[in-house]
């Protein structure tokens, strides 16, 4: 069965650094565009970046710059290099794997990981 698994959060102060991993597994992952979502407490969950099966990357606005997407599709990963990290960036961090619809909308994925807290402390 699909499965991801998201690692690497943790504990870090304003402006460090943080590498967000997602291991998927029971699909064939190089052909799936894959997104990176958070949710903060009593928030919506909201888009962070994509990359498709061939690269393309898209980001949110508010981590442009800050925050890089990746793949590595020999090991079934995907990553979220996160640099300059601010308090506002403090949420639950999820993959999932697209199914159909705008790239930017939770309910476009049909499977999601358990997601891996980031806390940025000010």
């Known amino acids: 069965q699909v499965r991801l698994v998201e690692s690497g959060g943790g504990l870090v102060q304003a402006g460090g650094s943080l590498s967000l991993s997602c291991v998927a597994s029971?699909?064939?992952?190089?052909?799936?565009?894959m997104g990176w979502f958070r949710q903060a407490p009593g928030k919506e969950r909201e888009f962070v970046a994509y990359?498709?099966?061939?690269?393309?990357?898209y980001y949110a606005d508010d981590v442009k710059g800050r925050f890089t997407i990746s793949r590595d599709n020999a090991k079934n990963t995907a990553y979220l290099q996160m640099n300059s990290l601010k308090p506002d960036d403090t949420a639950i961090y999820y993959c999932?794997?697209?199914?159909?619809?705008?790239?930017?909308?939770?309910?476009?994925?049909?499977?999601w990981g358990q997601g891996t807290q980031v806390t940025v402390s000010s």
């Open positions: 990359i498709g099966s061939g690269g393309i990357t």
């Open positions: 999932g794997r697209w199914a159909s619809g705008s790239s930017s909308l939770p309910a476009s994925y049909e499977f």
């Open positions: 029971g699909f064939t992952f190089s052909v799936y565009l």
